[in-house]
């Protein structure tokens, strides 16, 4: 016991007791006793460092495959990321979940899918209070930092230190948002201040810790803005047009026809292009965003790039001013356009990674530290004549994937295994020795690492896929699916199709063969395995709030109740399907004599499904009202469009009963079971409804959620349908409505929710 030798050694006593001496001898005791303990204390960190792997995270924002060398790219170099990927191993079948910005980093975050972790589309706001791997290591004695581009709208948690871009963030003299809240605008260009913020981390971070550092690029993201010192690297007219440049989108979804984000329609005259000055060319280029990067540059900045841009421009223009050109042409020069600021956007991310790893290199941390290089999705790079991400198809689906770490993985690996953003968590938690909790959906990649890149015994066969920003700009439908390593089976919600891709046959995604009878069993092979990946990942559609605003009639008709929900209090308020709006239609006088007056809100939309209208709940429909009563009956399309599991369906109603109670905890809830359709009892769709409605008869309480099941009324004595009253047998004429309301008065008035109701 040291201690004990430089007691007896300090504290040899003279004959005779001295006070003041045994005092100092306390002292001194207490002191050496102190840095004894702060030397055994560093020297188990020094340990710890030295077991303990740091993790150094650079990801970028819309980085594309076909743009990284080692990746196999024809229309660039990236000198940096190929020496990484030289000395690690290279993810060939790494996916993301959701092929947008804040979702990705939310599945980063989480290792949970979209729908779980709450952020699906971008303009969520992310619950920093879930489980988040970055506070677990911190929890575990790791330094966490996040440096450079976040947009998930709440500020990050679980890092000692975060300094992070507004929004999408700025190429030209950012802003950052700091811990204090306080925003900063830093002259430089985004890519390198990140880089230098991430390098300042490191210097001062403490030496006798294990540390994570996220370093998040906004680049090579639109408006795609590069540094000077990358002007006319890629040169207009040097970079090859990938083949499917000209896509006319037969052969697929009609979805993919409506959506915004070609380079022939799309490309927008200030922000992408970066002309100056009004729009001359409306037929080629869209109006409406200027070149916000150039609006931010000093006057030293502007120069510079005027100085390059300019001439090509003028060059352009005077061209198509004088009719030479095409509209194939224009077409052409804005993929030229595109490339040169896109690459040389990546270039700077590519010196960024130099800087990184010379770093670690240089201060002997090259050893210990795993880095990654990923992005949050692909892009198209022209592919299919489009920019942006957010389709299944290959190029935004796959993310680039490059691990370093020395002593676990082999120099120059590669790797088939089939992995997605969700393992990123779990992964990073096995590597630093902590336990990966149940809930994470991601799988740790420690076993593809060991196997040296071979696909590991028992690992995955299929990945699965949603995307749910409709209603949006670029106009992407709603679609999932589920990759195999040869086929790829997508569904489109809205339009209810299926495409299927063989990708060996057809690797640029150009003709669904969901319909060649010669697929047949694959197609019916890969519905089952999509099915059974959903339960397996816990999704139900049912649950999970989606518009329908990429429908015309169904946008106006939110706008319109919406605001009709706010300019007045309703005492009734009906939420359902077509069968409520109805109301409206072959219902309205019965809907004048007995329910206008309450007054009452008929927020019933044709066609909606339990998700629609948790959409339309959570977004305020309801508006200032607190009604004394919500009639709900909704289910019948979760079972007609795709005969919705009844328990799933039912999922939906509760989750639509609890949206009602948190807006307005003192309404009494009508719950109907819903309503019979077909014309016998055994027709399916009936069963299913009959199935929902044993569900719903369980969420009743008789306090606030009264099930009411008024199937009754519209049966005859043998349990069929009649036409008389369900022409469709499915939905109410006049003489319907008239049961409907003459059956439902009396159970309001039992409630006592309906004082002023009029005698049936
Ligand atoms: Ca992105």
């Known amino acids: 016991m040291p201690q004990r030798c430089r007691w007896s050694r300090v504290c040899h006593f003279p004959t005779g007791f001295d006070k003041s001496r045994l005092l100092r001898c306390l002292v001194l005791f207490v002191t050496i006793w102190g840095i004894d303990q702060t030397y055994w204390k560093n020297s188990a960190a020094a340990q710890d460092v030295g077991r303990r792997p740091n993790i150094v995270f650079v990801f970028s924002d819309d980085h594309a495959l076909q743009a990284i060398g080692a990746y196999g790219s024809k229309i660039n170099q990236t000198p940096h990321l190929d020496r990484l990927a030289s000395q690690g191993l290279v993810f060939d079948r790494s996916y993301c979940a959701n092929s947008i910005c804040g979702p990705s980093r939310a599945c980063i975050l989480t290792g949970l899918h979209s729908h779980l972790n709450g952020f699906r589309r971008n303009g969520d706001r992310f619950d920093g209070s879930q489980w988040v791997f970055p506070r677990v290591l911190q929890e575990h004695g790791y330094q966490t930092a996040l440096i450079g581009k976040w947009h998930l709208e709440s500020n990050p948690t679980g890092f000692d230190y975060w300094q992070v871009l507004p929004d999408q963030g700025h190429y030209y003299n950012p802003d950052f948002i700091m811990m204090d809240g306080t925003k900063q605008r830093v002259p430089g260009y985004c890519t390198d201040l990140i880089t230098d913020a991430s390098l300042k981390w490191l210097d001062q971070r403490d030496p006798s810790k294990p540390f994570l550092l996220m370093c998040q690029h906004k680049a090579p993201h639109r408006n795609w803005s590069p540094h000077p010192r990358h002007f006319g690297k ?9 083949e499917t440049l000209r896509d006319d989108y037969s052969g697929r979804s009609k979805t993919l026809a409506e959506s915004e984000m070609t380079l022939r329609k799309h490309f927008y005259w200030g922000h992408d292009a970066k002309f100056h000055g009004p729009n001359e060319f409306p037929d080629h280029f869209r109006d409406g965003i200027p070149n916000g990067e150039y609006q931010r540059m000093s006057p030293e900045q502007r120069d510079e790039w005027d100085a390059y841009y300019q001439p090509e421009n003028e060059a352009f223009l005077q061209r198509l001013r004088a009719g030479e050109l095409s509209e ?3 077409l052409t020069w804005k993929h030229q356009r595109y490339m040169h600021d896109y690459l040389g956007s990546v270039q700077a991310v590519d010196d960024s990674v130099g800087r990184v790893l010379d770093y670690l290199d240089a201060n002997n941390l090259m050893e210990n530290t795993i880095v990654v290089y990923s992005s949050d999705q692909g892009f198209y790079l022209g592919e299919h004549g489009w920019y942006d991400k957010r389709w299944m198809f ?43 909790p149940a809930q994470v959906q991601g799988r740790s990649l420690l076993p593809v690492f060991e196997a040296q890149g071979a696909v590991p015994a028992g690992w995955r066969d299929a990945i699965y896929y949603a995307y749910y920003e409709n209603d949006s700009v670029h106009e992407v439908a709603v679609h999932d699916g589920v990759r195999t390593d040869r086929y790829k089976l997508m569904f489109f919600q809205r339009t209810n199709e299926w495409n299927l891709f063989d990708l060996e046959h057809d690797p640029q995604e150009m003709n669904s063969v969901h319909d060649d009878p010669q697929y047949q069993a694959i197609l019916k092979g890969l519905q089952q395995r999509y099915r059974d990946l959903r339960k397996f990942y816990q999704v139900n559609s049912a649950v999970i709030p989606v518009t329908r605003g990429d429908e015309a009639w169904w946008k106006q008709r939110d706008r319109e109740k919406t605001a009709q929900g706010k300019q007045q209090a309703h005492e009734l308020v009906f939420i359902g399907d077509s069968i409520t709006q109805g109301w409206e239609g072959a219902g309205k006088a019965m809907w004048d004599k007995y329910f206008a007056h309450a007054p009452a809100l008929n927020l019933g939309f044709s066609g909606d499904r339990t998700e629609h209208v948790l959409w339309r709940l959570k977004r305020g429909q309801m508006g200032i009202s607190k009604p004394r009563a919500a009639v709900i009956m909704i289910g019948t399309n979760n079972t007609g469009h795709r005969m919705q599991a009844p328990e799933e369906t039912a999922a939906g109603v509760r989750e639509i009963i609890t949206n009602v109670r948190q807006h307005s905890p003192d309404t009494k809830i009508v719950l109907l079971g819903v309503f019979p359709r077909g014309e016998t009892p055994f027709d399916p769709m009936r069963l299913n409804n009959v199935a929902i409605n044993q569900y719903l008869s369980t969420f009743a309480d008789d306090e606030t959620v009264f099930y009411r099941d008024l199937s009754g009324i519209f049966l005859q004595e043998d349990g069929t349908l009649s036409r008389d009253i369900m022409p469709d047998l499915l939905h109410l004429n006049e003489a319907g409505y008239q049961r409907w309301a003459e059956a439902l008065v009396p159970i309001l008035q039992e409630l006592e929710v309906y004082p002023n109701a009029p005698t049936p």
């Not at 040169?235 to 990938?242: E, H």
């Open 234 to 242: 890629y040169k207009l007219g040097t970079v090859p047009a990938p």
């Open 328 to 330: 194939d042409d224009v």
């Open 394 to 436: 290959e190029e935004s689906l796959r993310m680039p994937l490059i691990v370093r770490w020395p002593g676990r993985i082999p120099a120059g690996s590669r790797s088939n295994a089939m992995v997605q953003n969700i393992d990123y968590a779990p992964t990073f938690l096995q590597a630093a020795g902590i336990e990966v």
